[in-house]
């Protein structure tokens, strides 16, 4: 479903204040890239992701759209697998490009003590 800019910086917030993991799929024309991470920081103009991996991807928001999912949603055939792994999802849609973050429903541990 479309949602509006202030309903995609709430989940961003909510994401960022609850340290959550999200799966990360940004995919363009030739291209799909697959990560997790966590939303960092984000305004009306930017989202910064900081990745499991140590890297940081940087949107600028400027002329994007956004559309909301939850599991039940998702087409039949992938439906119980998808409610097996994510919560909801937010596509952040670019002319040139769509970026996919799905809250993941089981949150990796991440060992701090290394």
């Known amino acids: ?3 509006s800019p202030d309903m ?3 989940l961003f917030n909510k994401w960022r204040e609850e340290i959550t993991f ?3 799929v940004l995919a363009g024309v030739g291209f799909k890239v697959h990560t997790f991470g966590l939303v960092e920081a984000s305004s009306p103009d930017e989202l910064l992701l900081s990745l499991a991996n140590g890297g940081r991807l940087i949107y600028h928001l400027k002329g994007a759209s956004y559309d909301y999912a939850e599991p039940r949603e998702a087409p039949p055939d992938i439906r119980e697998e998808t409610e097996a792994m994510v919560n ?3 596509q952040v ?3 040139d490009m769509t970026l996919a973050l799905s809250e993941m ?3 990796p ?3 701090k003590t290394a």
């Open 1 to 3: 479903m479309n949602c």
């Open 88 to 90: 909801c999802a937010l």
């Open 109 to 111: 541990v991440i060992d």
């Open 8 to 10: 995609a910086a709430s």
């Open 22 to 24: 999200v799966l990360i």
């Open 93 to 95: 849609k670019f002319p």
């Open 105 to 107: 429903r089981e949150q």
